[in-house]
């Protein structure tokens, strides 16, 4: 079974600072997604990585960014922390080619507040 | 671009009622289909899915079929458990192959089930 896992459940940080959101996938998926999850909005997809060390921005990059490394690991950064991102985060992952041949493998979300 | 209504939640029913929870999208070229399934504290996981035209889709006693001509996949239930308690995510694919295929996300439905 894949896993996806994701390296906090709950984190709490104040503005300004520097934001670390690891995610770690098992299963050598080619494609790996960060979402942010609110209420009212449902999943918005912030960045996603197709590649070792290749990323696109997907709708709402401002504020973001995301580095990848090794093809298992891939991390969402908040450069400067600010209350508006506060918000529950989704790491996902799926095998290459079309979504249609391959589901997305959710990790269990971290959940963010920024005082 | 691409876009993915829900209707709002939540929705509450008694155990062994009908479900139904509409989804209705709006997408250029011929997308596929997705339902998806969030239960309390878990990351999403794959419902079921459809990848063409009049295809249906079913996992679990759910169904959902793609209907081209009024741009729709409602999810339905014959007789819902409290076990189905959860929240549920329509979502499309781009048409995109080879890369990345991005998702977008309907809002989600909560469906609370009482005995």
């Known amino acids: 079974d894949v896993k996806v896992t994701q390296s906090s459940r709950y984190l709490v940080k104040r503005t300004g600072e520097k934001v670390f959101l690891e995610c770690v996938q098992d299963?050598?998926?080619?494609?790996m997604f960060w979402y942010r999850q609110d209420p009212g909005l449902g999943l918005r997809l912030i960045y996603f990585?197709?590649?070792?060390?290749?990323?696109e921005k997907g709708d709402i990059p401002e504020g973001y960014s995301v580095s990848r490394e090794k093809k298992e690991r891939f991390s969402l950064i908040l450069e400067s922390a600010s209350t508006n991102q506060t918000s529950m985060y989704l790491c996902?992952?799926?095998?290459?080619?079309?979504?249609?041949?391959?589901?997305?493998?959710f990790g269990n979300g971290t959940r963010l507040t920024v005082t | 671009g691409n876009s993915v209504t829900q209707m709002e939640g939540p929705v509450t029913l008694s155990e062994e009622a009908f479900l139904t929870i509409n989804c209705t999208y709006t997408?250029?070229?011929?997308?596929?289909l997705f339902w998806y399934v969030q239960y309390p504290g878990e990351g999403l996981q794959l419902l079921l899915k459809?990848?063409?035209?009049?295809d249906k889709g079913s996992n679990k006693g759910f169904e959902a079929t793609y209907r081209k001509e009024t741009t729709s996949f409602h999810l339905e239930k014959g007789s819902v458990q409290v076990s189905d308690s959860a929240v549920y995510f329509c979502?499309?694919?781009?048409?995109?192959?080879?890369?990345?295929?991005?998702?977008?996300f309907g809002t989600g439905t909560r469906l609370q089930v009482t005995l």
């Open positions: 990585s197709y590649d070792v060390k290749m990323k």
């Open positions: 996902a992952s799926s095998l290459r080619g079309g979504v249609g041949d391959s589901p997305l493998h």
């Open positions: 299963m050598d998926h080619e494609n």
């Open positions: 979502a499309l694919s781009d048409s995109k192959t080879g890369t990345a295929s991005k998702l977008t």
């Open positions: 459809a990848t063409k035209a009049d």
């Open positions: 997408a250029t070229g011929y997308p596929s």
